[in-house]
C-alpha cells in the first residue's frame, strides 16, 4: 500500500496542533458556523452561494466523484481477496449480522426515547399548520420519489437492487446498492476463476484502488476549506432570511430534536464504545481520536458515501484494519449499514403520529422495526436519502405522510448528525471484525514501538 502523506506522518509527533488534519477541519467548521449565522443575519445570501458555496460543492463533488470506482474496485478486491467462498460467507454473515443487530439496538432506542418522552405533545396546534402550508411541495416530491422506490410488489427492493446495466448504476451515485451487488457478484467469479484468469483483472482493480487513495490523499488537502464552504452554505440557507422564524421552529421542534440528538448521542457515544471495548483492544479515546477525521466529513457532507474514502483511510491507518477486512466491511456499511437514520426514522414517524394525535399500538411500533431495519438498508447514502424513506415507513403505519412537514425544516442539522452517527458505526463494525478475524494490525498490548497516527497522536505498533 503506498505511503501515506496526509493521514499519518511519523515526524506528526512534533508538529504543532493547528497543522494536525483534524483540528484544521474542526476549524474550518466552527469558522463556517459562524460565518453562516453572520451572512444569514447580514443577507450574504448571494454573496455565499456566488463565492463561498462552490469551494464546498467542489469539495463534495471530488469525494462522489471517486465514490462508485471506490466501491467498485475495494469491494472485488475486497471478495477476490478472502481466498474462498467459506472465509467470504464467514466474514460476510458476521458483517450482516453485526449490522442487523446495531441496527435494532437503534429503532428500539428511538422508539423507548420517544414513546418516554413524547416530543409530539409539545408542537402548538398554529404551528403545525404553519408547517404544512410552507412545505407542502417538498412533501409532494418526497411523496412521488417514495411511490417510485415503493415499487409494484413486495419483492420490488430484490428487483432493484440487481441491474440491467451497470453503466446506469455507475452513473448514479444513489444506486450504490447496485454498484455493491455488482462488485460482489464479479468478486465472487473471480475467486472462482483458476488464478491465471483472475490475476490480470485483479491486478488491475488493485491498482485502481491504490489510485483512489492517492486521490483521497489529495482531496483531503482541500477538506479544511470544503468544509467551511459546507457548513457556510448550509447554515446561511437554513436561517435564509428570517432567523426569527428559524428561532421559533427551532424552539417548538426543539423537543424532537433533542431526543433525535440523546439517541444519536447514546448510539455514538455508549452502544459503539461498548462494542469496542467488548471485542477489541482499542481504548475509547483513541478509537475517537483515530475517526475523527471521518465524523467531521460526514457531518459536513450529509453523506455516509461521500465520507467513503475517508472512512476506510482512518480505519485501515489509524485503527489498523487490514485492507482485507476494510475493503470488505466498509463500502458494505456505507451502503447499508444506517443506524443514525434508522434511529431518526423511528422517532420521526412516532413524533410525527404523536402530532397528529394517531396512536399507535404496539404491533404497528413493532411494524416500525422491521420496515425501518429494511428502509435503512434501502435508504441511498447521501444527503436527505432517510427523509424519503420516511415516507415509506409512515404510509405502511397509516400515518399520513403529509405529516412531514413538520420535521422538514430541521432535517438538515439532523442529517448532518445522523450520517455522523451512521459513519460511526461502520468503522465499530470495521474494528470488531478484524479483530475477531485476528485482522486488527495494531493490538494495543504487547511489546511495542510508539507511532503516529492520523492526529499525531501515539498509538502502539507491536515489535518485528
Ligand atoms: N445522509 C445519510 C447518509 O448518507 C442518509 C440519510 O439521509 O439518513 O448516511
Known sequence: M????????QSDLLMP???????????????????????????????????????????????????????LASLIVGVASLGDLEQLSRIGGKTLGIYVVTTTIALVLGLVLVNTLQPG?????????????????????????????????????????????????????????????????FGIGLLLLPEEDSEPLLTLFESLFE??????????????????????????????GSPADLASLLGALGFYCATVVIGLGIMVFAVYPMFMSLFTDISVREYFLAISPAQLVAFSTSSSGATLPVTMEVSEKNLGVSEEVSSFVLPL?????????????????????????????????????????????????????????????????????????????????????????????????????ATTENQLKFPTDGASVATADVQGSVREEPVG
Request: hydrophobic share 55%.
Open 211 to 240: 489510485l483512489i487513495i492517492k486521490a483521497v490523499e489529495m482531496i483531503m488537502l482541500m477538506a479544511p476549506v470544503g468544509v467551511f464552504g459546507l457548513l457556510a452554505e448550509a447554515i446561511t440557507s437554513i436561517a435564509a
Open 333 to 433: 456499511g456505507a451502503t447499508i449499514n444506517m443506524d443514525g437514520t434508522a434511529l431518526y426514522q423511528a422517532v420521526s414517524a412516532v413524533f410525527i403520529a404523536q402530532v397528529l394525535g394517531i396512536g399507535l399500538a404496539f404491533t404497528q411500533q413493532l411494524n416500525i422495526v422491521l420496515i425501518a431495519v429494511l428502509a435503512s438498508i434501502g435508504t441511498a447514502a447521501v444527503p436527505s436519502a432517510g427523509i424519503v424513506m420516511l415516507v415509506v415507513i409512515l404510509e405502511s403505519i397509516g400515518v399520513p405522510s403529509a405529516g412531514l412537514a413538520l420535521i422538514l425544516g430541521v432535517d438538515r442539522p439532523l442529517d448532518m448528525l445522523r450520517t455522523t452517527n451512521n459513519v460511526t458505526g461502520d468503522t465499530m463494525v470495521a474494528s470488531v471484525v
Open 2 to 9: 503506498a505511503a501515506p502523506v496526509v493521514f499519518s506522518a
Open 121 to 185: 405533545k409539545t408542537v402548538p396546534q398554529e404551528m403545525r399548520a404553519q408547517l404544512e402550508q410552507t412545505y407542502q411541495g417538498d412533501i409532494e416530491e418526497s411523496e412521488e420519489i417514495a411511490k417510485q422506490a415503493e415499487g409494484r410488489g413486495p419483492l420490488q427492493p430484490l428487483v432493484n437492487m440487481v441491474p440491467s446495466n451497470f453503466f446506469d448504476s455507475a452513473s448514479d451515485n444513489s444506486n450504490m446498492l447496485q454498484v455493491v451487488f455488482v462488485a460482489i457478484f
Open 17 to 71: 496542533w493547528y497543522k494536525k488534519l483534524h483540528w484544521q477541519i474542526i476549524i474550518g467548521l466552527v469558522l463556517g458556523l459562524i460565518y453562516g449565522v453572520i451572512a444569514a443575519s447580514a443577507g450574504w445570501g448571494q454573496f455565499t452561494s456566488d463565492w463561498i458555496a462552490p469551494f464546498g460543492t467542489i469539495f463534495l463533488n471530488l469525494l462522489q466523484l471517486i465514490a462508485v470506482p471506490l466501491i
